[in-house]
């Protein structure tokens, strides 16, 4: 069974930082590459950030550049999203989503909510 299981969301301050991971199961997690989504409320969900299945090769939307970090343990089956520089527009639920050719998973989201 396939599992991608996202924790460590919350309620954070503008300009603070924190850290989501993803923890999977049911598939050989070092031959997917692995994304981050997210979704705000009323909008569409959008790509934030994606890693290659070695770890080698990452890529950032514009509008996290600079601030947030991807990373993968491939001996733990868990990626990983560290966001520093929070901001407002930075609110939403945020997802996994595991990639192999045709293949995809989701995880079912954890919220981060940047407010004051």
């Known amino acids: 069974q396939v599992q991608l299981v996202e924790s460590g969301g919350g309620l954070v301050q503008p300009g603070g930082s924190l850290s989501v991971s993803c923890t999977t199961s049911g598939f050989t997690f070092s031959e997917y590459a692995m994304s981050w989504y997210r979704q705000a409320p009323g909008k569409e969900r959008e790509l934030v950030a994606t890693?290659?299945?070695?770890?080698?090769?990452?890529n950032y939307a514009d509008f996290v550049k600079g601030r947030f970090t991807i990373s993968r343990d491939n001996a733990k089956n868990t990626v990983y999203l560290q966001m520093n520089s929070l901001k407002p527009e930075d609110t939403g639920n945020y997802y996994c989503?595991?990639?192999?050719?045709?293949?995809?998973?989701w995880g079912q989201g954890t919220q981060v909510t940047v407010s004051s």
């Open positions: 890693i290659s299945n070695t770890g080698r090769t990452t």
């Open positions: 989503y595991a990639e192999k050719w045709s293949t995809n998973y």
